[in-house]
């Protein structure tokens, strides 16, 4: 499980697969996350702009990130 550094309260999910190089653009990003190929916190969640705080634990093509703050 790699971890992820943000210093705001919270990040993007679209922003945090980009930041944690899992895809390679927003484009990109949007597409897997519209199709319901990536999961937070053990469930999916198709919202680009859903806000991802630290603790939180995000899932896509097998690989899970965990989200850390400062």
């Known amino acids: 499980m790699?971890?992820?550094e943000i210093s705001d309260g919270f990040i993007k999910?679209?922003?945090l697969?980009?930041?944690a190089n899992l895809v390679s653009s927003g484009?990109?990003?949007k597409l897997?996350?519209?199709n319901g190929e990536v999961m937070v916190n053990g469930e999916v969640d198709t919202r680009r702009g859903?806000?991802?705080y630290p603790q939180d634990v995000?899932?896509?093509q097998g690989q899970q990130i965990t989200?850390?703050?400062e």
């Open 50 to 52: 859903r806000k991802v």
């Open 67 to 69: 989200v850390i703050g």
């Open 32 to 34: 897997v996350i519209q």
């Open 2 to 4: 790699e971890a992820v």
């Open 58 to 60: 995000v899932e896509y």
């Open 17 to 19: 697969l980009k930041l």
């Open 13 to 15: 999910l679209g922003q």
């Open 27 to 29: 484009v990109e990003a």
